[in-house]
């Protein structure tokens, strides 16, 4: 059946992938790369590489760093296009190229409605969802570093005189 911790990292492993997109040169989004639960392998302290985790850690860190800020770059630019498809849609609907006879300015309740109907509505929130869940996890799996980093300080005894290093536990 195996230990707690496993059973814990079994799970974990099976979670929903999620895509890291990138910022073009045009300043659309694009997707770079996905990330599975086998992350989650990654943020374990074990003894059969201890050398390299110890040596890594700090790089692991800068990079999930990295990943994050572009995650939440990513979000803040599916946000903005969705205001801006916005704003324009509703100064389409209050101020309409060619107003046919008997037009009324629609009211507030009417444009938000309007606005919700819309295909691109949907297209937009998902995308703006799609880039909050990628900027969560990228943030969770900088945490689960930062975590492991505290961990090696804690349970890692140094090398002396050509020794390996080893945990203290």
């Known amino acids: 059946m195996g230990s707690p911790l496993d059973q814990i990292i079994s799970r974990l492993q099976n979670l929903a992938p999620f895509n890291v997109h990138q910022v073009t040169s045009t300043g659309s989004t694009e997707p770079w790369f996905e990330v599975t639960g086998g992350i989650v392998k990654d943020l374990v302290l074990s003894d059969d590489n201890l050398a390299e985790q110890v040596e890594s850690i700090s790089a692991q860190i800068m990079h999930w760093g990295r990943l994050a800020a572009q995650?939440?770059?990513?979000?803040?630019?599916?946000?903005?296009?969705?205001?801006?498809?916005?704003?324009?849609?509703?100064?389409?609907?209050?101020?309409?190229?060619?107003?046919?006879?008997?037009?009324?300015?629609?009211?507030?309740?009417?444009?938000?409605?309007?606005?919700?109907?819309?295909?691109?509505?949907?297209?937009?929130?998902?995308?703006?969802?799609?880039?909050?869940?990628?900027?969560?996890?990228?943030?969770?799996?900088?945490?689960?570093?930062?975590?492991?980093?505290?961990?090696?300080?804690?349970?890692?005894?140094?090398?002396?005189?050509?020794?390996?290093?080893?945990?203290?536990?």
């Not at 009417?110 to 109907?117: E, I, M």
């Not at 869940?133 to 140094?158: C, P, Q, S, T, W």
Request: proline content about 4%.
């Open 71 to 169: 995650c939440k770059r990513v979000w803040e630019i599916a946000e903005r296009q969705y205001r801006i498809w916005r704003d324009r849609t509703v100064l389409d609907l209050l101020e309409p190229t060619t107003k046919p006879d008997g037009w009324k300015k629609p009211t507030q309740a009417q444009v938000d409605s309007t606005l919700r109907t819309q295909p691109e509505y949907v297209v937009h929130y998902v995308a703006q969802e799609r880039a909050e869940e990628a900027y969560n996890a990228a943030l969770a799996v900088l945490d689960g570093f930062r975590a492991k980093k505290d961990m090696i300080k804690a349970a890692v005894i140094r090398a002396t005189e050509g020794r390996a290093a080893r945990l203290a536990f």
